[in-house]
């Protein structure tokens, strides 16, 4: 289930605790990021990228129409990758990018945690959401320790997703609400 929980950045303090999707649009809206449902699609399990793709087509083509972006492709994460551990720590800092990231959850979750004007916004994703976080706003991804998700990528460039990490220590004062820690 979507859940977008905002915590004060300098109290720790919850501001906003929700799983209705109205209300964490309102919340992320006024900071620039987008977040939507979208049906979600019956794949045959392990379905590979080409079938993800395929069947979210109009979606894709209407959103790229919308954002000017060049492509998608795919990414598959399970418990069982050899490389989880890096790719976790890869993104679990808080980090930037020079445009924005947008991803759709086909199945699966993982939470975009941004850190914006005082507060921290922890939007846990789930199959069926898309999120876009905006160019240079401070955020971290965490799918947690056994990840499980498919996820497509949207983008113009791909050096636009080359991380940017900030030095601080945000993402550990802030663990996301992974379903391994909430």
């Given amino acids: 289930m979507s859940r977008l929980v905002v915590h004060d950045a300098a109290t720790n303090a919850v501001v906003t605790d929700t799983t209705n999707v109205t ?6 809206t006024p900071i620039g990021v987008r977040f939507e449902r979208w049906p979600v699609v019956s794949l045959p399990p392990g379905a590979d990228a080409e079938a993800v793709l395929d069947a979210y087509r109009p979606h894709l083509d209407e ?23 890096a790719l976790r720590a ?16 086909h199945e699966g979750a993982g939470n975009f945690v941004l850190h914006v004007g005082g507060k921290v916004y922890d939007a ?26 498919t996820a497509v990528r949207i983008f113009t460039d791909t050096s636009g997703w080359v991380p940017h990490y900030t030095g601080t220590d945000m993402a550990t004062r802030f663990p996301a609400q992974t379903a391994d820690r909430a």
């Fill in 63 to 85: 959103l790229l129409g919308q954002t000017g972006a060049g492509s998608a492709d795919v990414l598959m994460l399970a418990p069982d990758a050899p490389n989880k551990e």
């Fill in 23 to 28: 209300e964490i649009q309102e919340a992320l």
């Fill in 124 to 149: 846990r994703c789930t199959a069926g959401d898309l999120i876009s976080v905006p160019a240079n706003i401070q955020h971290w991804f965490d799918a947690g320790t056994e990840p499980r998700f």
């Fill in 90 to 105: 890869k993104f679990l800092n808080e980090h930037t990018h020079t445009e924005d990231e947008v991803r759709f959850f």
